[in-house]
C-alpha cells in the first residue's frame, strides 16, 4: 500500500510538473481579470508559470489585481493592459498594443461580461449586452488570430455559463441589433456557437477553441439581479462556489493540451426522452460526434440532470427550478466531500442549438459585419 501511495503521489507531482512546463513562457490573455473567476484564473495560471496579460476595463482595479497576485506569487509574471469590451475602438486599441509587443499569443480567455439590466445601445447600434458579452470578445479574437496562430498550439476559452441552456437564437441580426434579443442566456449561447465556428474555422491552422459552464458561482456577475438582494442573496453566498472553485474548468480548458483525450460526459448521446426514430437518433449521434463542440463543466453541472434534459415545452419551463437544484448541491457536495464527489470536470453536451451548422455560420458572418472584419481570415 505504501508503494501504491508513493506511485501515486509521484505521478500527481510529474503531472503537476508537465502543466508547468506547459505554461512556463507562454503567453496568456484572460479579461475581465481584475477580480471573481478571471482573477483567480491569471494568479493561477501565472503561478504555473504563464505570462499573464490581465486585460481589464479599469487599469487601477488591473492594478489592484497585479499587486494580489504578486503577493500570493511573488515572482508571477504579469501586468496590466486596459480593455474595454463594451467600445468596439477600445478592443482595437488594445489588439494593437498587444501586437506591439511582437509576442505570439498561446492562451486567450474571454471571461469578462456582465449582466445588464438596461437595453441601450452602443454607438454602432449593437445591444449593449451582447457588445460587452459576444461581439467584443468575438473582435478581439478575430484580431488576435496571428499572434494565436504564431502561438499554435494554442487556445481561445470562452467563458460561458449555464444559461447557455435556456438561451435560443434564431436570428443572428436580431440578437446583435434588438437589446431584448440580446439579453444574457442569448449572449452565452453565442459563446458556445462562437467555440463551434471558431473550431471549424481555425482548427486546421493549430488554434483550438472551448467554452466553459463555470457552474454557479458567488460572484460579481449577480450584482445587477435579484440574487444581490436578500433573500436571494443570503442563498447565494451560502451554495454557490467561491471564484476560485469556480476558476477551476476554466483552467482544466487552458490547460489541456489541444485534442488531448478528456473525459466525456453524455456528449454524444441522443436527448434523452426523444421519440425520433432509430435512423434519426442515429444521425443525430453522428452530427454530436462530429461537430467540433468542446464545452466544460465541473461536478453536478455536467451531470444528466443539467445536460440531457429531453426536449419538450415542458422541460423547458422546469429548466430554472432544476438549474437551481443542481446549484444547490453542487458546491455544498463537493466541499464536504472534499472534492471527491462532483470534484471532476468533464465535456459535456451543450444546447442542441450548438449542432446548427447554418446558424453558427450566421453569426460569424453577421458579427464580422457588424464588426467591420472580412467573414473569412484566408
Known amino acids: 500500500m505504501a508503494s501504491s501511495s508513493s506511485s501515486s503521489g509521484e505521478k500527481g507531482h510529474s503531472s503537476a510538473q508537465q502543466q508547468q512546463q506547459q505554461l512556463r513562457g507562454k503567453t496568456v490573455i484572460v479579461t475581465g481579470s481584475n477580480c471573481g473567476i478571471g482573477l483567480e484564473t491569471a494568479a493561477e495560471l501565472a503561478r504555473r508559470g504563464a505570462s499573464v496579460i490581465l486585460a481589464c476595463r479599469s487599469v487601477e482595479r488591473a492594478n489592484d489585481a497585479m499587486e494580489e497576485i504578486h503577493r ?202 426523444d421519440s425520433s426514430s432509430d435512423e434519426d437518433q442515429d444521425y443525430r449521434r453522428n452530427v454530436a460526434e462530429n461537430t467540433p463542440v468542446r464545452l466544460f463543466a465541473e461536478g453536478a453541472f455536467a451531470s444528466k440532470l443539467v445536460t440531457g434534459l429531453p426536449s419538450s415545452k415542458w422541460m423547458s419551463a422546469a429548466q430554472p427550478a432544476l438549474y437551481l437544484a443542481a446549484a444547490a448541491v453542487d458546491w455544498p457536495v463537493r466541499m464536504v466531500t472534499g472534492k471527491r464527489v462532483f470534484g471532476k470536470v468533464y465535456e459535456v453536451q451543450p444546447n442542441p442549438a450548438a449542432y446548427d451548422a447554418s446558424l453558427t455560420a450566421s453569426l460569424w458572418e453577421c458579427a464580422a459585419e457588424m464588426a467591420g472584419l472580412p467573414p473569412n481570415d484566408e
Open 72 to 273: 500570493r506569487q511573488a515572482d508571477a509574471d504579469v501586468m496590466a493592459m486596459k480593455l474595454d469590451l463594451g467600445s468596439q475602438s477600445s478592443v482595437r486599441e488594445f489588439a494593437k498594443s498587444f501586437k506591439a509587443l511582437r509576442k505570439p499569443l498561446h492562451v486567450l480567455v474571454n471571461n469578462a461580461g456582465a449582466n445588464f439590466r438596461s437595453e441601450s445601445r452602443t454607438e454602432g447600434g449593437v445591444g449593449i449586452s451582447a457588445q460587452v458579452n459576444f461581439l467584443g470578445p468575438y473582435t478581439l479574437t478575430r484580431l488576435l488570430r496571428d499572434e494565436l496562430v504564431a502561438g499554435a498550439p494554442s487556445k481561445v476559452v470562452n467563458v460561458s455559463s449555464i444559461m447557455h441552456r435556456m438561451g435560443s437564437i434564431r436570428d443572428a441580426r436580431a440578437f446583435l441589433r434588438e437589446p431584448k434579443q440580446g439579453r444574457y442566456d442569448n449572449c452565452k449561447l453565442g459563446n458556445v456557437l462562437f467555440t463551434v465556428e471558431l473550431n471549424k474555422r481555425w482548427n486546421k491552422d493549430g488554434v483550438e477553441a472551448a467554452a466553459v459552464d463555470p457552474g454557479a458561482v458567488n460572484s460579481n456577475i449577480w450584482r445587477n439581479s435579484a440574487f444581490s438582494r436578500p433573500p436571494l442573496k443570503w442563498g447565494l453566498q451560502l451554495l454557490f462556489a467561491p471564484p476560485s472553485d469556480g476558476a477551476s474548468a476554466v483552467i482544466h480548458a487552458a490547460t489541456t493540451c489541444p485534442s488531448e483525450p478528456h473525459q466525456r460526459a453524455h456528449a454524444a448521446e441522443p436527448r434523452p426522452g
